[in-house]
């Protein structure tokens, strides 16, 4: 039997898996039960994923996109926007560009398609978990590059700038900005920056805070507008 899986504080990582066929969710929540996650609810289509999660608390949610009565990406944007902690893997059969960044606009932290191994979701869902970014190989690019494109358009009212002077941020909190505007992980950041990674998630918690951004999405076309991603 599998180690139990730990987040940060130490207790077991909650999961919750959702998709709409019965044969391939009993499968996934049976693999990542297996490798040691909690998995605390299944669902099998948004309005049922809707209230599950919000009586179960999962720590990661494992979600597909295409499901009856409620699409994923509504799915996400619900649980993300009343609890910003909780981490959406996207696990879905789609690999088109649109589909991945509506998924990432929506609050999903990660986007990996059902082509994964067994032990690709294991470690997607692992590095979810702590807060890493998790894409298919080749959709990372294509996600900063559309937080590039964002980053281009004018800024949307109510920007923090707007107020006066721009938030005040340490040395190490803009070091870390640009490190994630860059694309890095959490743990390579903290590899980088040799300090340890619940140490990097702390300075992006607080820069959240004093930018009054959601999450990190806003917080990477925040920093690609400051040209934080250049050199």
Not at 120 to 125: F, P, Q
């Amino acid at each position: 039997m599998s180690e139990q899986r730990q987040g940060d504080g130490g207790a077991p990582v909650k999961v919750m898996v959702v998709d709409d066929h019965p044969m391939w969710r009993d499968a996934v929540a049976r693999d990542l039960g297996e490798a040691g996650f909690d998995v605390v609810a299944t669902a099998g289509d948004g309005e049922q994923a809707v209230r599950r999660a919000r009586a179960a608390s999962p720590d990661v949610l494992v979600l597909d996109l295409n499901l009856p009565a409620k699409p994923g990406v509504q799915v996400c944007k619900e649980l993300v926007g009343a609890d910003p902690r909780l981490r959406v893997l996207v696990l879905s059969a789609s690999g088109e560009h649109a589909d991945v960044l509506e998924a990432v606009k929506s609050g999903a932290t990660g986007y990996l398609l059902k082509s994964a191994s067994t032990a690709e979701l294991i470690d997607a869902v692992g590095r979810t978990a702590v807060g890493d970014p998790v894409f298919t190989p080749g959709l990372a690019g294509l996600v900063l590059g559309e937080y590039r494109r964002l980053a281009s358009d004018p800024a949307p009212a109510g920007d923090t700038e707007e107020s006066g002077a721009a938030p005040q941020l340490t040395d190490r909190e803009t070091e870390v900005l640009r490190l994630v505007a860059k694309g890095l992980s959490y743990k390579q950041i903290a590899e980088r920056l040799v300090i340890s990674h619940r140490t990097v998630q702390n300075h992006v918690q607080n820069t959240l805070g004093k930018l009054q951004l959601h999450n990190r999405v806003e917080l990477v076309r925040y920093a690609i507008e400051r040209g934080l991603d250049d050199g």
